[in-house]
């Protein structure tokens, strides 16, 4: 574990990095390009199963365990009578007639043989020639690792941000006055769309359902989602698509992407959101208004724009978690969170296609500069927000906190959320301050942290510790999650 003051002086340096970073970087949305240089993406890992034996748990998310069934190579347990088994703890002297399995290469075999059965009377053998029924040694394990975990925090609310710029639209949006061409924009969006169905993309405004859940006077209940480039998707992305489906109740959620997701997190959400999930081809822009994009990020910012142009809906990066319904806001023309006292984030977006922000935005980026990381994408939107405040409607607390400064609150701190509408995790800074890129399941069962609870209340629909006795053994984790979907009760000893 790092040492306070590592830690202090880590995160001092993160901050500095952070201030750098808004200027040099659009501050929200996951980046989608694998190559990207300043974010160095983890790789996926598999986690079919991890747990351990009868030693302390180590501080990895990795290890698995294997069951090695010793009966037949155990010679010296030999079946005589049955005495003494009945209790959870025995000398394996007295194994007599019982299967009992040796503590390594366990979940080798679970994972080769999903059908591979250890039944809760059998029996494990640790280091010091004990013999630990299957069932306790689960719920001991599941113990261990709660108290590992679960550490006591106090609800913390972050402070508003106040303001701190008088100087307003004035100086970040090119001439605020400037009028917007409405057969521009429809032009521009058409030669772009006919780029893009000459590559093979799908054209979303003729979807029957899109069509469909378009017919309404309010921003049409569709989620997006996009993403240029192969996502293998990690839990992170899972929360955000189970979040959405479980809180929004979307009609639908078209994800736009170039290559289709993959990956067992991907297979349970496909399999949970069975007929409101379209995927849908789409390639990356590579221009707007003329000027040449080469960053998938401000692609993917360009891209967003456009979809919303065309049909409305709700944006959404893919780590960003809805946590109760939208509805309320969706009455509003265009709905963006506050991220800080310079921008507005665009990791979520909330629009009907006929809004006048959203044009004026899309406008402005006839000063695109693909040079000036993330200007266009959240600065721009603050300063029209500053310029036409009744054009828009922002949310201040709810949308976008904690911030990309206030990162540790999420990781480190445990938060009051429950009024929030979204939770933006910030997974490029995971590995920085959550120590690692991707938590497997039966920590977040028991995370003591904002992100634990908002982990749990989108995967489980709780966000209470769970009994992780389930998870120190699991098979196939894309079915462990389809079942679990829906099993909402906490843990036992839980509040
Ligand atoms: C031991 O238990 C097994 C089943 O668990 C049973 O078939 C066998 O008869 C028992 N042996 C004795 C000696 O009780
Ligand atoms: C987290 O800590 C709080 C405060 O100490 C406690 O009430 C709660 O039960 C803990 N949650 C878990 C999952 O252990
Ligand atoms: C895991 O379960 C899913 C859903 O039931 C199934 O489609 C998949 O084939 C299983 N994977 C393995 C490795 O058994
Ligand atoms: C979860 O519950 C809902 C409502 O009862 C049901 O429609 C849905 O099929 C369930 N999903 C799973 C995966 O069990």
Not at 150 to 158: D, L
Not at 314 to 343: R, W
Not at 347 to 369: Q, T
Request: proline share 4%; hydrophobic share 35%.
């Amino acid at each position: 574990m790092l040492s306070k003051r590592v830690s202090t002086i880590a995160f001092s340096l993160f901050l500095s990095a952070v201030f750098l970073y808004l200027w040099t970087n659009n501050g929200t949305g996951i980046p989608t390009n694998e190559n990207s240089n300043y974010y160095a993406r983890p790789k996926y890992k598999t986690m079919k199963s991890a747990s351990v034996g009868c030693d302390d748990i180590p501080d990895n998310s990795d290890v698995t365990i294997t069951v090695t069934d010793v009966t037949k190579a155990d010679s010296d347990v030999t079946k005589t009578d049955n005495k003494s088994t009945d209790s959870d703890v025995i000398n394996c002297d007295d194994a007599k007639g019982k299967r009992v399995f040796v503590e390594t290469k366990l979940l080798e075999n679970l994972k080769r043989d999903c059908d591979y059965s250890v039944d809760d009377g059998d029996l494990v053998k640790c280091k010091d020639n004990s013999c630990v029924r299957f069932s306790k040694y689960k719920s001991q394990k599941a113990k261990e690792f709660t108290e590992k975990f679960a550490n006591p925090f106090k609800k913390t609310i972050p402070t508003p941000i106040l303001p701190k710029f008088t100087h307003g639209g004035s100086n970040v949006v090119k001439n605020p006055k400037e009028s917007i061409n409405e057969g521009q924009i429809e032009s521009e969006l058409a030669v772009e769309r006919k780029r893009r169905l000459t590559l093979g993309d799908d054209d979303i405004t003729k979807i029957p359902e899109v069509i469909e859940a378009t017919k309404t006077d309010r921003i049409p209940n569709i989620i997006h989602f996009v993403y240029f480039g192969h996502l293998r998707v990690r839990v992170i992305e899972y929360q955000a698509f189970v979040g959405a489906l479980r809180y929004q109740k979307p009609d639908l959620i078209l994800f736009h992407t170039d290559s289709e997701p993959s990956g067992e997190y991907w297979d349970a959400f496909k399999f949970l959101a069975g007929k409101k999930l379209k995927i849908v081809k789409r390639s990356p822009p590579k221009s707007i208004w003329g000027i040449n994009i080469n960053l998938v990020e401000h692609k993917a910012d360009v891209a967003r724009l456009q979809i919303l142009l065309e049909v409305g809906g709700i944006y959404l990066d893919t780590d960003s978690v809805i946590l109760t319904s939208l509805q309320p806001l969706m009455g509003n023309d265009l709905v963006l969170g506050e991220e800080s006292e310079m921008d507005l984030a665009n990791g979520v977006i909330l629009a009907k296609r006929d809004s006048w922000f959203l044009k004026r935005w899309f406008w402005e980026y006839k000063y695109f500069d693909d040079g000036q990381w993330g200007k266009s994408s959240v600065v721009v939107p603050w300063g029209l927000w500053k310029s036409f405040p009744d054009k828009i409607f922002v949310v201040k607390q709810k949308i976008c906190r904690p911030n990309w400064k206030e990162v540790k609150l999420l990781f480190h701190e445990l938060i009051e959320w429950k009024d929030h509408y979204v939770m933006h995790l910030y997974s490029r800074f995971m590995k920085d301050l959550d120590g690692k890129t991707e938590r497997p399941l039966k920590e977040l069962a028991v995370l003591n942290t904002t992100y634990g609870e908002v982990a749990r209340h989108a995967i489980w629909g709780n966000y209470r510790g769970r009994d992780v006795t389930n998870w120190i053994v699991t098979c196939n984790l894309t079915q462990q999650l389809i079942s679990e979907y829906n099993s909402t009760a906490p843990r036992s000893d839980e509040r």
